[in-house]
């Protein structure tokens, strides 16, 4: 049953995060840093030990900044555990968030799976960037669909302070009401958006993205120059190619291909540039090479 709190009241809710990846650790340890119950899903144990190192990792990071306690960073860890068990996984839990790969079909199986294992009043919760919530809500039975809500959250998560919230044609208001409680009990700042191909800062930055990987490609400019004009003729933090780097450029791929076939084709079209890029793994940070090489 979803119990939305009073103002300022506070809720420690259990929560289980799908997906130990980038996304799905940072989403992890700022649940932990709020207060709340986490586990941490992977089928393969290893996945799910190797993201949990990730969080202690992080909560180093903010004792190292002066945000966090030694204190206050043990008691975090202590609040997320692992599991390679969906089943048990959902055992008792509010709510879960789902972090894994950007493709339809993977999330909504795993959709289909959640439906049948959590409890009936459980929220479920996509991290996805650009894919529908109706689609995804369609995976699981009708009773289920008031109860499934898209719930966005940025790269580096721990860092970034906005979470879109994309409401369903049957999202129910007490789970829209229950969603942004928790996100503001994570100290971020929640905006809701229609369920829309990219919804609000996607639709918005994509375009930019693949204009800039343009620009590239037809010899514009460098990489590097194209990226300071940006910061410094934009006042942009990052420059898009840095930026598109930061996310992945294999997610970046899929969103522009959503984007592509959902709205104008032509704005949203993948560049060649990037497809290569993908196509030579070379996906950005993660893998130390995309428009840009980063130091191991």
């Known amino acids: 049953m979803i119990v939305s709190p009073a103002p300022g009241v506070v809720v420690d809710w259990t929560v289980l995060v799908c997906g130990a990846g980038l996304m799905g ?97 459980a929220v479920l919760a996509s991290n996805t960037s650009s894919l529908s919530i109706a689609t995804l809500a369609a995976a699981t039975r009708p009773a289920r669909r008031g109860l499934v809500i898209g719930m966005h959250f940025f790269n580096p998560v721990p860092a970034m302070p906005l979470v879109e919230i994309i409401r369903g044609p049957d999202t129910s208001d007490a789970t829209v009401d229950m969603v942004r409680a928790l996100t503001e009990s994570m100290a971020k700042t929640p905006v809701l958006s229609a369920d829309r191909p990219g919804f609000i800062v996607n639709r918005a930055l994509f375009p930019l993205l693949a204009e800039a990987m343009r620009e590239l490609e037809e010899g514009v400019a460098t990489a590097t120059d194209i990226d300071t004009a940006a910061r410094l003729g934009l006042g942009h933090p990052l420059g898009p190619l840095e930026l598109a780097d930061r996310i992945g450029l294999d997610v970046c791929l899929d969103i522009l291909e959503v984007l592509a076939a959902s709205l104008d084709e032509q704005r949203f079209r993948p560049p060649d540039v990037l497809r290569s890029l993908v196509a030579a793994g070379h996906l950005g940070r993660k893998t130390g090479e995309g428009f840009h090489r980063y130091p191991a």
């Open 25 to 121: 650790q940072g989403i992890a340890q700022t649940l932990a840093v709020a207060g709340h119950q986490v586990r941490l899903f992977e089928p393969e144990r290893a996945r799910a030990e190797a993201g949990l190192a990730r969080v202690g990792t992080g909560l180093d990071r903010l004792v190292a900044s002066g945000r966090l306690t030694v204190e206050e960073a043990s008691a975090a860890r202590q609040r997320v555990s692992v599991t390679p068990d969906l089943a048990a996984g959902v055992e008792g839990i509010d709510i879960v968030i789902e972090a894994i790969v950007e493709e339809e079909q993977a999330k909504s199986g795993l959709f289909r799976q959640l439906d049948v294992v959590a409890p009936v009043g």
